[in-house]
């Protein structure tokens, strides 16, 4: 199951629009990698967060810094979607037909505190 973030609301900017993906990649049980895109295909690991399952539910801590969002108590307004058993192929239409997105297809959540 991964998290993927928009943090600047830029749609031209990261992959699909997307600038982070958390939990891609996991080092252990208890920890999951925050990858920032980087070009193209590519991402780079810029961090580690804990990571811990309750029954059916992922907890996950992302420090704003390292999403690169101000510490203090600014406002955040940031999109995200969460995929689940999507094909590795990059194809952003394997969201629409392939494992399981939330939401669905090119939609995404919004946050705002």
Same mark, same amino acid.
């Given at each position: 199951?991964?998290? +993927?973030?928009?943090?600047?609301?830029?749609?031209?900017?990261?992959?699909?629009?997307?600038? %982070?993906?958390?939990? *891609?990649? *996991? &080092?252990?049980?208890?920890?999951?990698?925050?990858? @920032?895109?980087?070009?193209?295909?590519?991402?780079?690991?810029?961090?580690?967060?804990? +990571?811990?399952?309750?029954?059916?539910?992922?907890?996950?801590?992302? &420090?704003?810094?390292?999403? #690169?969002?101000?510490?203090?108590?600014?406002?955040?307004?940031?999109? /995200?979607?969460?995929?689940?058993?999507?094909?590795?192929?990059?194809?952003? +239409?394997? /969201?629409?037909?392939? #494992?399981?997105?939330?939401?669905?297809? @090119? %939609?995404?959540?919004?946050?705002?505190?």
């Amino acid at each position: 199951m991964m998290l +993927l973030l928009d943090t600047d609301n830029n749609h031209k900017t990261g992959w699909e629009g997307y600038d %982070f993906v958390i939990n *891609r990649t *996991r &080092p252990d049980s208890s920890t999951c990698t925050v990858e @920032r895109h980087v070009g193209g295909q590519r991402w780079e690991t810029i961090g580690k967060v804990p +990571l811990v399952w309750r029954g059916n539910e992922l907890h996950l801590a992302i &420090p704003r810094k390292l999403l #690169g969002l101000s510490d203090d108590k600014a406002s955040v307004a940031l999109e /995200f979607k969460w995929t689940d058993n999507v094909p590795n192929s990059r194809n952003i +239409l394997d /969201f629409l037909d392939q #494992g399981d997105v939330a939401p669905n297809g @090119r %939609f995404n959540f919004v946050y705002r505190e």
